[in-house]
């Protein structure tokens, strides 16, 4: 088992390089099964446009899992024999949040990450997880938004402490933040 942490900004690049990852882990164990797990959701042509660019890059050795909300459920289905790339945490996170809007409070934001940051550590899959950084910009005005962005910080660090490399992704080269490539 191997597991990964890839994070990077929009348009980064972390999304191809944890492909990359991923096609190596399978190159060296040809009887896995690859899985993508996909937590966007198309809700505009523009968002529909970024789905369709991810799905053209990926073969038919692919099994794809449409998850937006209930990644830990569907992660904790996944064995030994699997490489699972998860794109993106962040979306994901976002998907939580926008659910319940302003009325969700901290403890089941964290909670939910908690679950699954759990189900991560108690896995025998090999895992790829995409995050976006978000925290290297100014505080966000609105409740919300800070929601977001502080538990996309606290996400990322949890994930990063039970995950074996982590890597940032800026203009499409990796920094090894833990582990090695």
């Known amino acids: 088992m191997s597991t990964y942490l890839i994070l990077g900004g929009a348009r980064s690049g972390k999304s191809r390089f944890a492909e990359s990852i991923v096609s190596r882990l399978y190159s060296e164990e040809p009887h896995t099964r690859l899985h993508y797990v996909a937590t966007a959701i198309a809700f505009d042509a523009e968002m529909k446009e970024r789905i369709t660019e991810h799905q053209k890059r990926r073969g038919s050795e692919w099994i794809e899992h449409e998850c937006p909300t209930e990644l830990a459920s569907k992660l904790q289905t996944f064995q030994r024999s699997d490489v699972v ?11 939580i949040i926008y659910n319940d809007g302003n009325d969700i409070s901290q403890n089941e934001v964290q909670d939910k990450v908690q679950e699954l940051v759990r189900v991560l550590s108690d896995s025998e899959a090999s895992y790829v997880l995409v995050s976006n950084e978000v925290g290297l910009g100014v505080v966000p005005m609105g409740k919300i938004t800070r929601l977001f ?8 660090q949890a994930i990063a402490g039970v995950v074996d490399n982590v890597f940032l992704v800026s203009a499409g080269l990796p920094l090894v933040l833990k582990g090695a490539l």
């Open 85 to 95: 790339l998860v794109d993106c945490l962040t979306i994901w996170l976002n998907n």
């Open 149 to 156: 962005v502080d538990n996309a910080g606290w996400m990322n």
